[in-house]
């Protein structure tokens, strides 16, 4: 079974940072490209930045390009982002998502995202207070 399990949400104050992680379990972390998606309240989903399955070169959203950075350890199963200089418009609940065979058509919006994108965690929320 496949799971992804995120942590390292909070509460935070504008141009804190925080690092969220994503666990992952169940398949072959190790071949599969990964994603963070954000979904901030009453919006739909937003993909944010995406890393390829052999931790080539990263991918991101350009309103948090600069700010935010991808990472993977593949022998935890894991996927990191850092996230620095936050803003109140990056509150959302944040998502680590994958899917088979991404080939690096990672971007996705709204609806798209659950299309897009098979596997999903449970989400970890951030709150970035002025």
């Known amino acids: 079974e496949v799971q992804l399990v995120e942590s390292g949400g909070g509460l935070v104050q504008s141009g804190g940072s925080l690092r969220l992680s994503c666990a992952a379990s169940g398949f072959g972390f190790g071949n599969f490209d990964m994603s963070w998606v954000r979904q901030a309240p009453g919006k739909g989903p937003e993909w944010v930045s995406a890393i390829p399955a052999g931790g080539g070169s990263p991918h991101y959203l350009p309103s948090v390009r600069g700010r935010f950075t991808i990472s993977r350890d593949n022998a935890k199963n894991t996927v990191y982002l850092q996230m620095n200089g936050l803003k109140q418009e990056d509150t959302a609940v944040y998502y680590c998502?994958?899917?088979?065979?991404?080939?690096?058509?990672?971007?996705?919006?709204?609806?798209?995202?659950?299309?897009?994108?098979?596997?999903w965690g449970q989400g970890t929320q951030v709150t970035v207070s002025t």
């Open positions: 998502a994958t899917s088979p065979n991404l080939s690096g058509g990672y971007y996705c919006s709204g609806s798209g995202c659950r299309r897009l994108y098979v596997y």
